[in-house]
């Protein structure tokens, strides 16, 4: 049975979780990837599956009331949510089982699953967060004040963890093998 890795971000948003995770593909890293469910709609290159399950409201709302998902939130106007299936499928391989929740998907995470190794992946600053969602060019100036109101707060109230990565600037292949001496280093226990 694998061990399960949750990446996370503080912020939830801009701190370079999915760009992580894109890296460790990219070297053919093994794990198993737990996609995530969410109603929000689908963004150029992105596809049904990759790099998210997606729903209606009504379809997540289903699956939700029949106690589908192991844990499930409303973040920024969507849904999102990872199914009890999908993560014990993913646990019973040899390869470890990463997970990419957010900030409020961590709490629960640790409360049902405590021996989850979280690795948070942070932003050096709140300025910084604010060039990057403006580069993504993927949502309006409005949209991106409000993630840096909840980044503010988030930086604050760190959810638990167990290791905490900065993204640095320019550095991120250096971020990706810290993340992967991580995962590797705990896969030995």
């Known amino acids: 049975m694998s061990k399960l890795f949750i990446i996370s971000g503080l912020p939830s948003t801009g701190s370079g979780k999915d760009s992580v995770i894109e890296g460790l593909k990219a070297e053919k890293f093994d794990f198993n990837w737990v996609i995530t469910t969410t109603t929000r709609p689908m963004r150029p290159g992105e596809k049904q599956g990759y790099p998210y399950h997606f729903v209606s409201q009504r379809e997540f709302k289903e699956k939700r009331d029949q106690g589908e998902f192991l844990e499930w939130a409303f973040v920024y106007g969507n849904y999102y949510g990872n199914s009890k299936e999908a993560v014990k499928q993913a646990l019973k ?96 226990k």
């Open 93 to 188: 391989s040899d390869d470890p089982a990463i997970l990419r929740i957010d900030y409020q998907g961590v709490k629960t995470y640790k409360r049902i699953i405590p021996e989850a190794i979280v690795i948070l992946i942070t932003v050096s600053s709140i300025k910084v967060l604010g060039r990057r969602l403006r580069r993504r060019g993927q949502d309006s100036e409005e949209v991106i004040k409000s993630r840096l109101v909840v980044a503010k707060k988030e930086l604050n109230n760190p959810p638990p963890y167990d290791y905490k990565v900065e993204n640095r600037e320019g550095k991120l292949d250096q971020t990706i093998q810290k993340v992967k001496e991580i995962i590797l280093k705990e896969s030995q």
